[in-house]
């Protein structure tokens, strides 16, 4: 893009690397460089949120004690995923030591997350710090005050310390942008951590922080922590403060923004969404709602469904969401095979709402930054001339003979204001008609389904498979509150493709051939269970919309049902494929 002055563009990235490292150094060194974590750090390490804080307020452990555990591993997290962006452990310690005095002197602990090292997004406000989202037009910008979020978290006696790696314009699913570079999957460094909270799963999962936000508008907090073998919750909007977390698209309300927590446990989800829903110091935002207690009926009527017949989930996916029916049903809750309507309609109407100026306002901080090649697809599509557009859509549809991508690539392009009332007035109308179709005609209390058809993708691969968020986009939506579990991990030969499986005359599933193509034929197919053995692999678990509360407590029953299996605190074991970033 012109004027595009590389010497300067370096000059900001080179400061902002350099400020990093110089914070880096100040770490403590205190776990060694294999990645085992030296006594007591591991105690520290292996602790849910809630069990630092009653640790605390025994007086068996002290605030700056814990930070100290997970400051040395989110270095070693840095060093081995690239997972970090802005870094402020001196201010971080400063404020365990006040929480440290003002415990000496009452006995009495600040709120339920005193003392808990607590993780950021990058585009979250925190007072002193930049918000850069990875752009060099946003660096050494500090912001003025902190995200209402990251307030409620300090009231509540939580410690911010580091915040963490996203994708640049967060609108694709992997994390690398041209400031802080691409953060790598902790258990291979051959996959992408997801995106756009990437950061945020991959330091969690190698226990870098005992919690942490992000934010989701199309999947970001539900794929990474599937990506990376973490919990995470996508609230219904409106329930937990959205000031101070920054977006790309200011303005763009058809499809909102929300925030959400990423964590070890379920119980920690639980904790950090009592501290933030509801609460607010703007007085505006969010409903005044606080998080409530509920009892869940002793039988539960889950939906599922292995595939959303647009694109066909690979078979450890599908085996992620048949393993989570069978532990349900031997606790005995009802579940029962469901389909989604339309399963395209959705991505068609995210892609022509979010690109109606052409992602205009998207790529607006973009400056002197260079694009990202993982961009390329989604911003071309609005940008083609409409009689081109046109012919490809009549290529791929009528001569490709596959009609969902040609729906999909039809609906991108600029619209002016009427037709953009228009596609916001048919986002109302498919969730309404997927609740009656889903919700109402099944009566689900709910859903089970996969979060992308793929475990981690290999780096770069977004760029010709962005259209695999359909499966999280589906929910942003209908504004559905959405949680993810982990539940099991790829086996080489368990998940492996056979012929018979990926032949679309054979079997259910199936959906766009063209997509499926890329994942499953050829040498060069994107699905590789041999490549891909050991990355963990979750499900969506899906409410009704401002059922968060109730999307939580089926999370704890479902986890309860699968039974212990490595994802909890401390459990982290880098495979013999990681590396150093």
């Not at 069990?51 to 081995?80: C, F, K």
């Not at 979250?124 to 978290?153: C, N, W």
């Not at 989604?340 to 973009?366: C, N």
């Not at 046109?390 to 991508?405: A, K």
Request: with cysteine; charged share 20%; hydrophobic share 40%.
């Amino acid at each position: 893009m012109w004027p595009f002055t590389p010497s300067a563009f370096r000059t900001v990235v080179e400061s902002k690397l350099a400020e990093r490292s110089l914070a880096l150094e100040k770490a403590s060194t205190s776990s060694t460089s294999s990645g085992a974590p030296c006594a007591p750090d591991s105690v520290y390490l292996a602790a849910s949120a809630s069990t630092i804080v009653d640790h605390i307020a025994s007086g068996q452990w002290t605030a700056s004690e814990v930070l100290e555990a997970y400051i040395a591993r989110a270095v070693l997290a840095q060093s081995t995923t690239n997972c970090l962006t802005e870094v402020f452990f001196d201010e971080a310690r400063q404020d365990a030591q006040v929480l440290d005095k003002e415990f000496a002197i009452t006995g009495k602990v600040r709120g339920p997350l005193h003392g808990v090292p607590v993780s950021f997004k990058d585009n979250y406000d925190i007072k002193g710090h930049d918000t850069t989202l990875g752009f060099t037009s946003r660096a050494h910008k500090p912001a003025q005050k902190d995200a209402e979020i990251v307030a409620l978290v300090r009231k509540a006696g939580g410690v911010p310390f580091v915040k963490t790696n996203l994708p640049q314009t967060m609108m694709f699913f992997e994390c690398v942008n041209p400031m802080w570079g691409r953060t790598l999957n902790p258990f291979s460094p051959d996959h992408t951590s997801g995106g756009s909270s990437g950061g945020e799963a991959a330091l969690l999962r190698m226990d870098g922080a005992a919690l942490g936000w992000g934010t989701d508008i199309g999947g970001s907090i539900r794929i990474p922590t599937a990506y990376c073998g973490m919990f995470g919750l996508k609230f219904s909007f409106g329930r937990a403060s959205t000031v101070g977390a920054i977006t790309t698209i200011p303005g763009f309300e058809t499809i909102q923004a929300v925030t959400g927590p990423l964590a070890r446990s379920v119980e920690d989800i639980d904790l950090a969404a009592s501290i933030v829903v509801g609460q607010t110091g703007s007085g505006y935002h969010p409903a005044p709602v606080p998080w409530r207690r509920i009892n869940l009926p002793a039988k539960l009527k889950f939906g599922f469904y292995t595939s959303d017949n647009f694109i066909k989930a690979s078979p450890v996916c599908q085996r992620a969401v048949l393993e989570s029916v069978k532990a349900l049903r031997a606790a005995g809750h009802e579940c029962v095979e469901i389909t989604i309507p339309d399963p395209s309609v959705p991505m068609e109407i995210f892609l022509a709402s979010s690109g109606a100026d052409g992602f205009k306002t998207l790529m607006a901080d973009l400056g002197r930054d260079p694009q990202q090649p993982e961009l390329t697809a989604t911003l071309t599509g609005p940008n083609l001339w409409g009689w081109f557009r046109s012919l490809l859509g009549w290529i791929v549809g009528g001569v490709l003979n596959d009609q969902m991508v040609a729906d999909v690539l039809k609906a991108q392009k600029k619209r002016p204001v009427n037709e953009f009332f228009q596609v916001t007035t048919a986002k109302e109308k498919y969730a309404e008609k997927f609740y009656q179709q889903v919700w109402e005609h099944h009566e689900l209390d709910g859903i089970i389904c996969p979060v992308t058809a793929l475990p981690a993708l290999p780096h770069g691969a977004v760029t010709y498979l962005a259209a695999l968020s359909c499966a999280t986009i589906l929910y942003n939506v209908v504004e559905s509150p959405v949680g993810t579990v982990p539940v099991t991990r790829v086996d080489s030969e368990r998940d492996a493709v056979t012929a018979e499986w990926s032949d679309p005359s054979v079997g259910s599933g199936h959906g766009s051939h063209l997509l499926e193509g890329l994942l499953y034929k050829g040498d060069r197919a994107f699905y590789n269970a041999k490549k891909m053995v050991g990355l963990p692999v979750g499900v969506q678990v899906v409410g009704k919309k401002w059922e968060d509360e109730k999307v939580v407590e089926m999370m704890k029953v479902l986890d309860a049902a699968l039974g212990k299996r490595g994802f909890e605190p401390g459990s982290f074991k880098a495979s013999s494929k990681a590396s150093h970033a």
